[in-house]
């Protein structure tokens, strides 16, 4: 004789099949938030302003970033050779578009320059000096420190090399968030332009 399940049973299993069924639908639905790269803070000094004015005309790019974090997801390092992609933290616009865009603002103010395009667009005849960075890394882990390492070339007239130069920066993140996380990016990117911005005043003397 075949015994019928217990009634009692049901219940369990009903809401055990409720509870995850609650867990997939909120795992699927949870909110992405979105982030961007900052530039520096702007200063709006008359004398800044005068100097931007009579600033070296600048080209920059290409700007390139490594094939791991050409994607929409943030990409965090663990402390080996693992990298992680976190599915609802996510870049509000192409990172390289965004990396680019950054680097131009922040050159404008920290060469100083009213004169910067985005290679190809300004003539070679038209520019004295152009900015290429090959980025080779740029990332970090929420609690522990962003790395960015790149190599940079600066180009005269006619792309004549000026200068070569690779550097490695790091930056502490100052919590647990990858809003942290991102502030301590920008603040990389910030001492990568410091250094760029060093190399172009120093190249245009010579020109």
């Known amino acids: ?40 803070p702007t200063e709006s000094s008359g004398s800044a ?27 965090t390092r663990t402390p080996g050779a693992e990298v992680k992609l976190s599915e609802f933290e996510r870049w509000a616009e192409p990172l390289e578009d965004n990396v ?3 680097l131009a603002d922040n050159l404008s103010r920290l060469v100083p320059t009213e004169r910067v395009s985005l290679y190809p667009t300004r003539p070679s005849e038209e520019r004295e000096i152009r900015i290429a960075v090959e980025v080779l ?5 929420p609690g ?3 790395v960015l390492e790149a190599r940079w070339r600066l ?27 991102v502030d301590a990016m920008s603040r990389a990117l910030g ?13 245009a003397r010579g020109l």
């Open 1 to 40: 004789m075949k015994r019928r399940p217990s009634m009692r049973a049901l219940p369990a299993c009903g809401l055990f099949l409720l509870t995850a069924v609650g867990c997939s639908i909120k795992s699927e639905t949870a909110p992405s938030r979105f982030y961007l790269l900052r530039a520096l």
């Open 49 to 75: 302003r005068g100097e931007a004015a009579a600033g070296p005309a600048l080209a920059l790019g290409p700007i390139h970033i490594p094939a791991y974090l050409d994607r929409p997801q943030i990409v």
């Open 100 to 102: 680019t865009a950054v």
């Open 137 to 141: 890394r740029f990332d970090g882990s």
């Open 144 to 146: 522990g420190e962003v």
């Open 155 to 181: 180009l005269g007239p006619e792309d004549a090399p000026l200068k070569t130069e690779r550097s490695r920066l790091t930056q502490p993140v100052g919590g647990t968030g990858y809003g942290e996380l």
């Open 191 to 203: 001492a990568l332009s410091r250094e760029l911005a060093l190399g172009v005043q120093s190249a």
